[in-house]
């Protein structure tokens, strides 16, 4: 079956074309083209767009823009997105960095979407031509949107306030068993007065620890402060079973890198 692919110079064309069935959005390519090289034939036409935003990085007055089309690659190489490179380096291996989007990274499910749960941490809104929308409902809603993605906007963490961990068993390139992501505001006496974790592969898409996140509020990261918070970690999660992990194992390995992850 043949696959056709079609470059639009605006957003608002392509989002017309994207209306007919069997077509899909193009970023770096690294999901949809293996899907169709390993002969998925769902997909018959790709829409890709050259507007030059989609791939624009700025930062300005503590915030960061990151156009859909920006690559990880590209993040981290850029030294004001220092705290996010971690996050960037943690998707696959270089050749994947170079492909993979930002905007991709948003679609791709567990135990793809490790980006993804650095951005949820950080409350990330994510734009299309509709509006902006809170990283949180936009990840509820992925699977009914058609929109495409045009950015994504953050306040930009202090580094000492922004911890990511990817578990993976394949070093340095491997999926992850799971990803966290934490960002924490304390005191200067070490007290946390707001706390976001987000996990990856603790579902089918990257979810909050909403529970955690509020058993740490007013304690210090101690072993034995933090210690409730890790009790309350697995509230609520589903976690994913692939060849590298089960659901089972992923439950249980959860709380000691949350552990390991707060304690750092
Ligand atoms: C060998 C290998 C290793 C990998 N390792 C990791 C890993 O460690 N961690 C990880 O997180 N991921 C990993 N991935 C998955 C993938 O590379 C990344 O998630 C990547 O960020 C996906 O982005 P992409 O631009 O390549 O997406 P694409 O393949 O282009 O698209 C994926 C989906 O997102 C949609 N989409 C893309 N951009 C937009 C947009 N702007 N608006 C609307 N829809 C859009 C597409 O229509 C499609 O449905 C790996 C993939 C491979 C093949």
Redesign the pocket.
Known sequence: MSLALQTFSTVKDANAALQVSGT???????????AANEGDVSVSNLIRVTEPS?SAISVSNGKARLG??VT?AAIARQPELAPLAPAAR????PA?RN??????????PA??????VALLALDASVATEDGETPMEAFLAGRDAGR????AVEFSLPRAESFRFL?V?RVKP????VLSIAALLQRTADGTVTSARIALGCMADRPMRAKAAEKALLGHKLTAEEIAPALSAASDGIAPITDPIASAWYRGQVLPVHLGRLLLS
């Open positions: 899909l959005y193009l970023g770096g390519g690294t999901l949809v083209i293996r989609l859909a089309s990880m943690a998707v696959g291996g994947i492909m993979a989007t930002v905007g991709g990274n948003l679609f791709a135990p793809y979407g490790d980006f993804a929109a495409i993605v045009t990817k993976s390139k491997g999926i992850s």
